[in-house]
């Protein structure tokens, strides 16, 4: 049982921080939802398609980043990105399936921060550590 708020990692780059932070916030809103109210299928289904969209609107503005400075891991960082939007994609067939929805919100949080924490303390460090390095600003 989830039993704390999911919070992101600072990588220096603001416009990247701030992404995350609001990304942790909506799947903290999901996670609390579900646990202190019913909601229905269907509400679920339209929140956690906000995530989904979410997770692509900040996948292309930090691929957008990492291509306007070159980023010499692009490609990489790409990759990791494709298989996320993937299991995104089984999350959100999963969910048409689920008949707890408090049980796979909280299994859902679990994974995407589980998933974000190592993606945040790895690979976007990387790019944080490469801005920093290139005195480049986000």
């Not at 979410?54 to 298989?83: A, G, L, N, Q």
């Not at 049980?103 to 976007?124: I, L």
């Not at 550590?129 to 005195?135: I, L, R, T």
Request: net charge negative; aromatic share 14%; with cysteine.
């Amino acid at each position: 049982m989830m039993k704390k708020m999911f919070v992101p990692v600072e990588t220096g780059i603001a416009a990247i921080d701030k992404q995350h932070v609001h990304y942790y916030k909506l799947i903290n809103d999901f996670v609390f939802l579900s646990k202190n109210r019913h909601i229905e299928k269907s509400e679920a289904i339209k929140f956690f398609s906000e995530v989904v969209e979410y997770t692509v609107e900040h996948f292309d503005s930090e691929e957008f980043f990492m291509r306007s400075i070159d980023f010499p891991d692009y490609e990489d960082h790409v990759k990791i990105h494709d298989r996320f939007r993937a299991s995104i994609e089984k999350q959100s067939e999963d969910l048409e399936k689920v008949t707890n929805i408090c049980k796979f919100a909280e299994m859902f949080a679990e994974w995407v921060s589980t998933w974000f924490s190592s993606h945040e303390a790895t690979a976007d460090l990387k790019l944080a550590e490469y801005c920093k390095a290139h005195n480049i600003h986000g």
